[in-house]
């Protein structure tokens, strides 16, 4: 049983495309995250949601949208594609004291 | 926001002992936390902190804290080649709502046998 699933794994696009990216935990967590990862494997926050409410957005371009439906699901839109953003993105999810982060697999998008 | 510091790269033998160090940026931090990122997976939680320990002990893993200097160590004990992979530690930052974890670069540990 995945606990924090993302789809798709890989995603190549060409620059100014749209694209997203999916996430889906079944921990029952109430908050959920999207960090990116690059090249260098430095890893930034990018939102965090609890019960489906935007609550951390740290300085994304608005071409990054997330968006939760439900509190299981946070899903990241991205429009207007550029080389910059190619990146490993991982969804996480948390709850409780001491707040411990669930990772996913993680979707790495290449921008050509 | 200030960099979490740690240093990029460390190789031991198998069976030693290996000691990643990391300086965080937040004395009132109230947990710090160590994860292993595998190549091409996520980050696993390996162990955490509350900032009023010093030491932690989980198995083969011993957390250290040293508040004063804003200094955390995770020392692994009897390494084996399947400890090779990229640790990250991070501190906690509380943001409005809710709080942000902020990572550090990575140390990248290669168990030779």
């Known amino acids: 049983d995945t606990a924090v699933s993302q789809t798709p794994k890989y995603l190549v696009t060409q620059m100014g495309n749209d694209k997203s990216i999916k996430c889906e935990q079944n921990?029952?967590?109430?908050?959920m995250y999207w960090y990116k990862q690059d090249s260098k494997k430095f890893l930034k926050i990018m939102f965090s949601?609890?019960?489906?409410?935007?609550?951390i957005n740290e300085t994304v371009p608005n071409r990054f949208s997330p968006k939760s439906p439900d509190k299981a699901h946070l899903n990241l839109h991205i429009n207007s594609l550029e080389l910059g953003d190619s990146a490993v993105y991982f969804c996480?999810?948390?709850?409780?004291?001491?707040?411990?982060?669930?990772f996913g697999p993680g979707t790495r998008l290449t921008v050509l | 926001g200030e960099d979490v510091e740690q240093s990029l790269f460390l190789s031991v033998r198998e069976g030693d002992s290996s000691v990643i160090n990391c300086t965080y940026t937040d004395s009132s931090s109230t947990y710090l936390y160590w994860y292993k990122q595998e190549p091409g997976a996520g980050l696993q939680l390996l162990t955490y902190?509350?900032?009023?320990?010093d030491m932690k002990q989980d198995q083969r893993l011993t957390v250290l804290l040293n508040k004063k200097d804003k200094h955390l160590s995770l020392r692994i004990a009897d390494t084996q080649t399947g400890d090779s992979a990229i640790y990250f530690c991070?501190?906690?930052?509380?943001?409005?709502?809710?709080?942000?974890?902020?990572f550090g670069k990575g140390t990248s540990l290669l168990v030779t046998p």
């Open positions: 902190i509350f900032s009023n320990m």
């Open positions: 991070a501190e906690i930052l509380p943001r409005l709502s809710g709080y942000a974890l902020n």
């Open positions: 996480a999810s948390s709850q409780g004291v001491p707040p411990r982060e669930f």
């Open positions: 949601y609890n019960n489906k409410e935007l609550i």
């Open positions: 921990l029952g967590h109430d908050t």
